[in-house]
């Protein structure tokens, strides 16, 4: 294996599987919830697209890690991804023929985001096995780093495309995306899960007391378990605000669904991101995991609260690119935590809750209630209200552990029991 990144071959194909499933995935997170505001004009029936992209994670969170601690993580993945190719490519084809309706393009929605957790849970556990735990934190910036550049390019142009392209038929993409994340996973030749020998026969009892295991370990790590609830409150907040901000682009800054305007306000967080993936390396060689988060989960709740109020696209796009830094920093860098001291065979279920709590509940719970205040208050007021929630990660993550595990400069020996 290459000390290199960029020179493994097997990381190189991870790394483009997961590029090319972020595009699709990226076109998907703008054109659905235009197509549902187009098809319905309801902001609350666009809120709950994004509600529906976390809410799988409620239903088969825990049951997709605890099985993909125990299957083949390759053949997880291909299936995932194959699967996912044909439900989402069932809505352009519905277009195509003049069936389409909003209850398809929600439940399509649901089912991507529910096969998903299967692929999620398997990626967790394939890429420290893939890349070694010493070079977590820096494979995952590189798959951040190439997010970021995707959610900074590629709203633009889906903004511009969708000026002359249905968005269900720009959905076809998505489709593709999925076929050649699927054959880039299955070229890589590493193994990506370690030897199970002595498992259990796979019964109900005996998936319910993996889980059990999994959740164990997520609430006795301190560390862990506080990175999880700050992301968890963050992702609250994110989620009301992203679940209001296709009417936010459109009510509040008049700059429409479309165009170059449009994409470039979507695409500001993707400039963030970006800069917290490649600082997230250099940062951690001068601070812990924990004083990271500390440090960063303050400056996004102070943005959530200023991103909503600026009165013009281009002062939004910029207070949205301040905020995606601050705000991807605490999940990268809670990921990469997670990765390095949860014990391998509990990687796919550790990580799963962790996605569960914050994606699942956080996210879902706060689209859907930032929806109900949209229609209620307006957009702008229920971006405001839905940004002080995340005063409360802050709260939480200075009253923890996490000060005392800062301080200790060693975010191993926080793990009960530590890395078997």
Do not use: C
């Given at each position: 294996?290459?000390?290199?990144?960029?020179?493994?071959?097997?990381?190189?194909?991870?790394?483009?599987?997961?590029?090319?499933?972020?595009?699709?995935?990226?076109?998907?997170?703008?054109?659905?919830?235009?197509?549902?505001?187009?098809?319905?004009?309801?902001?609350?029936?666009?809120?709950?697209?994004?509600?529906?992209?976390?809410?799988?994670?409620?239903?088969?969170?825990?049951?997709?890690?605890?099985?993909?601690?125990?299957?083949?993580?390759?053949?997880?993945?291909?299936?995932?991804?194959?699967?996912?190719?044909?439900?989402?490519?069932?809505?352009?084809?519905?277009?195509?023929?003049?069936?389409?309706?909003?209850?398809?393009?929600?439940?399509?929605?649901?089912?991507?985001?529910?096969?998903?957790?299967?692929?999620?849970?398997?990626?967790?556990?394939?890429?420290?096995?893939?890349?070694?735990?010493?070079?977590?934190?820096?494979?995952?910036?590189?798959?951040?780093?190439?997010?970021?550049?995707?959610?900074?390019?590629?709203?633009?142009?889906?903004?511009?495309?969708?000026?002359?392209?249905?968005?269900?038929?720009?959905?076809?993409?998505?489709?593709l995306s999925f076929v050649a994340s699927a054959s880039?996973?299955?070229?890589?030749?590493?193994?990506?899960?370690?030897?199970?020998?002595?498992?259990?026969?796979?019964?109900?009892?005996?998936?319910?007391?993996?889980?059990?295991?999994?959740?164990?370990?997520?609430?006795?790590?301190?560390?862990?378990?506080?990175?999880?609830?700050?992301?968890?409150?963050?992702?609250?907040?994110?989620?009301?605000?992203?679940?209001?901000?296709?009417?936010?682009?459109?009510?509040?800054?008049?700059?429409?669904?479309?165009?170059?305007?449009?994409?470039?306000?979507?695409?500001?967080?993707?400039?963030?991101?970006?800069?917290?993936?490649?600082?997230?390396?250099?940062?951690?060689?001068?601070?812990?995991?924990?004083?990271?988060?500390?440090?960063?989960?303050?400056?996004?709740?102070?943005?959530?609260?200023?991103?909503?109020?600026?009165?013009t696209w281009p002062l939004a796009a910029i207070?949205?690119?301040?905020?995606?830094?601050?705000?991807?920093?605490?999940?990268?860098?809670?990921?990469?935590?997670?990765?390095?001291?949860?014990?391998?065979?509990?990687?796919?279920?550790?990580?799963?809750?962790?996605?569960?709590?914050?994606?699942?509940?956080?996210?879902?719970?706060?689209?859907?209630?930032?929806?109900?205040?949209?229609?209620?208050?307006?957009?702008?007021?229920?971006?405001?209200?839905?940004?002080?929630?995340?005063?409360?990660?802050?709260?939480?993550?200075?009253?923890?552990?996490?000060?005392?595990?800062?301080?200790?400069?060693?975010?191993?020996?926080?793990?009960?029991?530590?890395?078997?």
């Open positions: 294996m290459s000390d290199r990144l960029r020179d493994d071959p097997d990381f190189r194909r991870y790394w483009l599987a997961r590029a090319l499933s972020i595009t699709g995935s990226m076109v998907t997170a703008v054109a659905l919830p235009v197509l549902v505001y187009r098809l319905s004009g309801s902001p609350f029936l666009t809120a709950l697209v994004t509600a529906l992209e976390a809410a799988p994670y409620l239903l088969t969170g825990l049951f997709a890690g605890a099985l993909s601690d125990r299957w083949n993580r390759r053949r997880v993945m291909v299936s995932a991804d194959l699967i996912n190719a044909v439900v989402i490519g069932s809505i352009p084809l519905a277009h195509w023929l003049g069936i389409l309706t909003v209850p398809q393009v929600l439940v399509v929605g649901f089912v991507v985001q529910m096969v998903y957790t299967f692929f999620d849970g398997a990626n967790f556990g394939a890429l420290p096995v893939l890349v070694g735990r010493a070079r977590v934190a820096q494979a995952n910036a590189a798959v951040w780093t190439a997010s970021s550049l995707i959610e900074l390019f590629v709203p633009p142009l889906a903004g511009l495309v969708l000026a002359v392209l249905n968005p269900a038929t720009l959905l076809a993409l998505d489709a880039a996973v299955r070229g890589i030749v590493r193994a990506m899960s370690e030897q199970r020998e002595g498992q259990a026969p796979l019964r109900p009892g005996v998936v319910f007391r993996d889980i059990a295991e999994g959740l164990r370990f997520l609430v006795r790590n301190p560390g862990v378990r506080t990175m999880t609830i700050v992301g968890s409150l963050q992702s609250f907040a994110g989620g009301g605000f992203v679940a209001l901000m296709v009417v936010w682009l459109d009510r509040a800054l008049h700059v429409g669904t479309s165009g170059l305007r449009f994409g470039l306000v979507w695409g500001a967080w993707g400039i963030g991101g970006l800069a917290a993936a490649v600082g997230l390396p250099r940062l951690l060689k001068r601070l812990p995991p924990a004083a990271i988060t500390l440090y960063a989960i303050p400056v996004s709740a102070v943005l959530g609260i200023v991103t909503p109020l600026m009165p207070a949205l690119l301040a905020w995606g830094s601050a705000y991807v920093l605490v999940i990268v860098n809670a990921i990469s935590y997670r990765q390095q001291v949860t014990p391998e065979q509990l990687l796919g279920r550790v990580n799963t809750a962790g996605r569960m709590l914050s994606w699942g509940v956080g996210w879902t719970l706060g689209s859907i209630l930032g929806g109900v205040l949209g229609s209620q208050l307006g957009v702008r007021p229920a971006m405001v209200a839905m940004g002080l929630l995340g005063f409360l990660a802050v709260l939480v993550a200075w009253t923890s552990p996490l000060r005392a595990i800062a301080a200790a400069h060693d975010p191993l020996q926080a793990s009960e029991g530590g890395i078997s």
